[in-house]
């Protein structure tokens, strides 16, 4: 890989933009679905975790390992970013708030995307050795409590 691009922020440059195409057009579909937001995030976060869970230490956490370089911060950043706000309209469509006006939408999802890179890095940390799947269900657990608690949120049952 890294010989077809002429410098580390030129690669991770490119899978921020495809991942944030994908995720792009994965929101839309199940938006236009009528699939709550906190249905998909969960099923995003969870299909993601496994697949670390599966591939440890495989070519799946090569944008992860790039997103270790400092020099990079700012194209993971706003991918992270990219994230919050296909979220926010998201929430904001489905509870009919102008996320313009009124900030909630955003705060969820911040929290929800935040949660996700959290339980991460708590997995990277401890080396790659505990579940992933579990740990990201355990904090979509919280995140959905805190949520919903101040939003009505559909619940997945």
Not at 59 to 68: G, K, M, T, V, Y
Not at 73 to 78: D, T
Not at 113 to 128: H, I, L
Request: aromatic share 6%; no cysteine; hydrophobic share 50%.
């Amino acid at each position: 890989l890294f010989t077809h691009f002429a410098s580390k922020r030129d690669l991770a440059a490119s899978l921020a933009i495809s991942a944030g195409e994908r995720f792009q057009k994965v929101v839309e579909e199940q938006r236009a679905a009528g699939v709550p937001v906190l249905q998909f995030w969960r099923s995003q976060v969870m299909r993601i975790a496994r697949a670390y869970d599966r591939d440890a230490d495989g070519q799946i956490n090569l944008s992860r390992a790039l997103a270790d370089e400092p020099d990079l911060l700012p194209i993971w950043s706003a991918q992270q970013q990219l994230q919050v706000d296909l979220l926010t309209d998201y929430i904001a469509d489905e509870l009919g708030l102008d996320a313009q006006a009124d900030g909630r939408p955003e705060m969820a999802a911040a929290m929800l995307v935040a949660g996700g890179r959290m339980a991460f890095d708590r997995w990277v940390a401890r080396g790659r050795g505990d579940d992933l799947a579990a740990e990201n269900e355990r904090l979509l657990a919280a995140a959905q409590a805190v949520l919903t608690q101040g939003l009505p949120l559909i619940t997945a049952d």
